[in-house]
Every structure is written in C-alpha cells, then in structure tokens.
C-alpha cells in the first residue's frame, strides 16, 4: 500500500489535482455560484477553445518542439471559414473542413520551415507567427465579420434539459469538439505507433532517426495537428463569440503554453500527460473564473496565474531532476 502510495504520489498530476481540489473547494466557500451547474457550463464553454489548443500544443511539445503560431492560424481559418459561410452558406461539416484545411496548410508549412532550416522552432513560429498575422491585417483591413446564418448562430445542443433554476442546457457545440479532441489525441497519443514515435522523437532525436523514424513525416504530422486543431477551434471561437475579428487572439500562445507546461508537460520533449493537459486547462480556467465571481480586479488575475504558473513549472523541472537523478 505504501509503494502505490509513493507511486501515486510522485506523479505530477496527483499534485496538480489535489491542488485542483483545494482551489475548487476554497472557492466553493467563498462564493456560492462557483460550483452551480450554470457557472460550471459557462467555464466549460468559456474555456474549450483553450483546451483545444492545449492538446494541439501538448503534442507539439512532446515531439521535442514547440509552436506559439496557432493564434495566427485560428485567426486565418476562421476568416477564411467565415467569409466562405457569408458567401456561399453551407453547413457545420462545411465550415469544419474549412477552417481544418486551412489550418492544416498552415501547419504543414511550420513543419517543414522547422525541419528544413534547422533553426529552433521557437524562432521559426515567432516568424510565422507575425507573418500570418501580418498578412492577415493587411488583406483584411481589420475589418470584422458577422451576420452568420441562423443556423450557424444557434450551433448545437444534445442531450438537452432543464435544469432546477430553469434554463436550459446540454452539450453545446464547443462542448463537443472540446470531449471529441481529448479523446482523438489521447488515443492518439497513448495507443498508436504513431503517438509511440512522436514521444521517442521528442525523447531523443537522433535514436528516432537511427531507428528508421521519418522525421520529416512526423514533423508534418506533429505540425500539422496543430493546424488542425486550430481549424477546430477557429469555428468553436467564431459560434462562441458569433463574430470574427481578425486579431481576437493576440497574445493567447502564452495562456495556451503556461495550461501544457503547468500540467507537466516538459519544454524539451518526450515528457508529459494529457491528463496533466487537461488539469492545467482546469485550473487555470477556475482560477480565472473564480477571481472574477469574487469581483477581485483583473490585474491580480495575471499576478495569481503567474504565480500558479510558475510554480507548476518548478514542480515540474524537479521533478524531472529528480527522476534524471534516480536514472529514471
């Protein structure tokens, strides 16, 4: 009992939920709506953009890389997805593969400027990233989108119901693409060779390529999951917001990056969990929420976040150190 005890106690995320549970739980305390079923589909929705890009992101940095570009990329979709809807209407599948192919495309070119250039991946996406940035203000003049079709607007809602304080709810359409990524990428991730390669890849390069792995494919496929998922969460954002706006996700790489790393995912690859993913998203989306139920000003959402993030990421480099040290 006291082995599986150890061991479930030097994983990162049993300490990351147990201080998931404390801040659920002083928060549920402090403030009465933190915990009803409203606020809790509000954060759901809120945040699945978020979780979206997480696992895109977790993916990436598994591999041994890193990409700060998707905001860029979603922002691309979604106009190119948005202004083809306005144009020609469509459906939801439509609009999907828009916005995927679009962000697929995108991703497809960071894989091979990082595999061609040899140049970190960091310096390559920061270029892309006020590339496409650049170029997507200038075609566009800044000009926001809106007026989508009724059936656009209203999205999605299964499994539906009435709850006690009489609204309405159910899994909405960012709901569902949250629950349908999570679970593509962590079957991808844990049960594929695929996702076996992209971990031996991030763990140590130069075996992955000894031992006949493509790395060119598998930067393709790495990166461009990334654009992918940006695709996914340019039409979740634009159902959400109901607009477009060409630069709505500026700055959003560096929430997306500290929710992967604080959930342990390593900086320098073939290290990290989905779970962890998931509960860094979590906790950065209930710290955020309950600073706002608790009225507290929007200037110590960032000093907390910061001091949350920065803790996450000590607790996971000893933790490393610590498992390097024991020859694990």
């Not at 509000?42 to 700060?68: E, H, K, P, Q």
């Not at 990329?73 to 939801?92: D, E, K, P, W």
């Amino acid at each position: 009992m006291n082995k599986k005890l150890r061991h479930l106690t030097g994983h990162h995320e049993f300490w990351l939920g147990m201080l998931l549970l404390l801040l659920g739980l002083g928060l549920s305390l402090r403030t009465g709506e933190f915990l009803t079923l409203g606020n809790l589909t509000d954060v759901a929705t809120s945040y699945a953009i978020l979780g979206i890009l997480a696992c895109g992101l977790f993916v990436v940095l598994i591999a041994g890389g890193i990409d700060i570009s998707f905001p860029a990329m979603t922002a691309i979709a979604q106009y190119v997805m948005a202004s083809v809807m306005l144009a020609h209407g469509g459906s939801f599948l439509m609009v999907f593969a828009v916005a995927m192919g679009c962000g697929l495309a995108l991703g497809l070119i960071n894989g091979a400027l990082v595999y061609f250039l040899r140049v970190p991946a960091i310096i390559i996406t920061i270029a892309t990233l006020n590339l496409f940035y650049g170029l997507l203000v200038w075609l566009t003049n800044g000009t926001w989108l809106y007026g989508f079709p009724d059936w656009f607007m209203t999205g999605v809602n299964g499994f539906s119901f009435t709850a006690a304080d009489g609204y309405e709810y159910g899994l909405t359409l960012p709901l569902l693409s949250l629950l349908a990524v999570f679970i593509f990428t962590g079957v991808m991730m844990r049960y594929t060779r695929l996702g076996r390669q992209i971990y031996a890849m991030g763990g140590n390069r130069e075996s992955a390529s000894r031992l006949g792995m493509n790395l060119l494919r598998l930067h393709f496929y790495v990166y461009g999951y990334m654009g992918l998922l940006a695709g996914v969460a340019a039409v979740v954002q634009a159902q959400t917001t109901q607009s477009v706006a060409p630069n709505s996700l500026v700055g959003y790489e560096l929430t997306v990056l500290a929710a992967v790393v604080l959930g342990g995912t390593s900086m320098t690859g073939g290290r990290g969990s989905l779970l962890g993913t998931l509960l860094g998203v979590l906790l950065l989306a209930f710290l955020q929420n309950g600073l706002t139920l608790m009225a507290i000003s929007s200037y110590w959402h960032t000093v907390l976040s910061g001091l949350i993030i920065l803790a996450g990421v000590s607790a996971t480099a000893w933790n490393e150190k610590r498992k390097l040290v024991k020859g694990i």
